[in-house]
């Protein structure tokens, strides 16, 4: 494998003046483009080489070629030679799992199976009254106040309670949920007990649903004939959560950042000709929120756009530089208005199950907000929101608003 080009580069680290330098981040693809082509050499942490996977045709190819290509890192050379230390930044995205996430061929499809069919059999009128009342009762947290962080008040909550709720839990036990798994992430001296509380919330939903099922995914899962034990109804509904959380929550401050700046949307709010969806297809073609995935592995030598890929290799799919592959666009931006051909959702097997409804909670969380939150205005221009520090994901890391604020009706008192 050639010299590397460090994928550090490609992920704003602090101080927030390199955060902001790398909001654009087509400048370092373009550049990575003109001197490798569509398949590129990073490196991914010292001494760790991948292949940058920009080219559409070539990334589509990858995920939907499952025998050349593997998503589970137990074909990973790095990882099988013991190169990854145990508190490796990557292991949390790339070390194996017994789930649909990490699985290939039969296995994956067996595991897939039931999330395929809790998605699909989502009634979507129930979706949207569920998210509707998560979003109102998040925004009745700050109505009253005239300001607010859109992202760790809103955005950030919304996926966990949704699906949340789409399992099959009160509005009140999602909540906990979800704060149950950000203590679990914050790892420090209650990540523990909150690891407990949220598997005792999942375990407890299991159990209700198979001794009395109900209309939500948890009863599709637990009731599925490929589901060989309680580890792996779990499993299934984790993968179900953690899956949609970073997505859903950057597909939404992504639209929100441009509904309230780019004039082109802000407008529509006057009367304008575009919608909130254009703004959301808008954002998964520019901008999408999964804007590098790890991984693919390579399961025997092969060349690539020119690249000579050996067994073993890792693949990044580089779905934002893919989205602007030139091959793929015309001079015309008005003529590929609803055009969906992008890689937001990525492609082939193990392409989300939940495109559909994940559509659905954005677009209602976004009206919601524009909706109930009157003379609703970013308190920083959106180049110069900091952004989260991630390689993978993009998204902004705040999104301070204020909005007029709601008078709090007050009881009307009797009088004497
Ligand atoms: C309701 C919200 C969502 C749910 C429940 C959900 C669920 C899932 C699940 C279960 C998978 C794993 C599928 C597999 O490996 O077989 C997956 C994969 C994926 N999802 Fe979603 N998702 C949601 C929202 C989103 C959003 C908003 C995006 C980005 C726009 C997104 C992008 C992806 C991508 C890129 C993959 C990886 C596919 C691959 O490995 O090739 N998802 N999703």
């Known amino acids: ?80 030679e013991g190169l990854l230390k145990p508190d490796s930044p990557l292991m949390p995205f790339m070390f194996p799992r ?19 069919e809790a998605v699909n059999g989502l009634r979507l009128r129930q979706v949207s009254r569920q998210v509707t009342e998560v979003c109102d009762a998040l925004i009745g947290e700050f109505a009253a106040k005239g300001e607010a962080d859109l992202l760790s008040q809103y955005a950030l909550m919304i996926p966990t309670v949704v699906i949340g709720r ?34 005792e ?12 099922p109900a209309d939500d995914m948890t009863s599709v899962i637990v009731h599925h004939a490929n589901m060989a034990s309680d580890e792996e109804r779990m499993q299934a509904m984790v993968v179900l959560i953690s899956a949609a959380a970073q997505g859903t ?21 006057r009367g304008g000709r575009l919608g909130t969806d254009d703004a959301l297809d808008e954002v998964l073609w520019r901008d999408p929120p999964t804007a590098n995935l790890p991984a693919r592995f390579a399961l025997r030598d092969t060349v690539l756009a020119g690249q000579a890929i050996e067994k073993g290799d890792a693949l990044i799919l580089g779905f934002t530089a893919a989205n602007a592959d030139p091959r793929v666009h015309g001079d015309d931006q008005w003529g590929e208005l609803g055009n969906r051909s ?44 900091p952004r989260l ?28």
């Open 1 to 80: 494998m050639p010299t590397a080009t460090r994928l550090a580069e490609l992920r704003g680290l602090l101080p927030v003046a390199k955060t902001i330098a790398y909001a654009d981040p087509q400048a370092v693809y373009r550049q990575l483009r003109a001197e490798w082509g569509e398949v590129a050499p990073v490196e991914l942490e010292p001494g760790i080489n991948g292949w940058l996977v920009m080219g559409h045709e070539e990334l589509s190819f990858i995920v939907r070629n499952e025998r050349l290509f593997a998503k589970s890192s137990v074909h990973w050379r790095e990882y099988a």
């Open 166 to 199: 789409m399992l099959g839990l009160d509005l009140e036990t999602a909540l906990e949920m979800h704060q149950a798994q950000m203590a679990m992430f914050a790892i420090n001296e209650n990540s523990h007990a909150a690891a407990a509380r949220f598997e």
């Open 249 to 269: 929550m950057s597909w939404i401050a992504q639209v929100l950042a441009l509904m309230l700046t780019d004039a082109r949307f802000s407008g529509r709010m």
């Open 98 to 116: 017994p789930n649909a996430w990490m699985t290939d061929g039969e296995e994956h499809r067996r595991v897939r199976a039931p999330l395929d």
């Open 201 to 212: 919330i999942l375990f407890s939903l299991v159990m209700a649903r198979k001794a009395a």
């Open 342 to 385: 992008h890689l937001a959702f990525s492609a082939g097997p193990h392409m989300c199950p939940a495109h559909v409804p994940a559509r659905l909670i954005v677009r209602t969380a976004v009206d919601a907000a524009l909706h109930q939150l009157p003379g609703l205005r970013l308190t920083v221009p959106a180049e110069e929101l």
């Open 389 to 416: 520090e991630s390689p993978w994901t993009r998204s902004p890391a705040t999104l301070p608003v204020t909005f007029t604020a709601r008078v709090r009706h007050r009881a009307v008192q009797p009088s004497n």
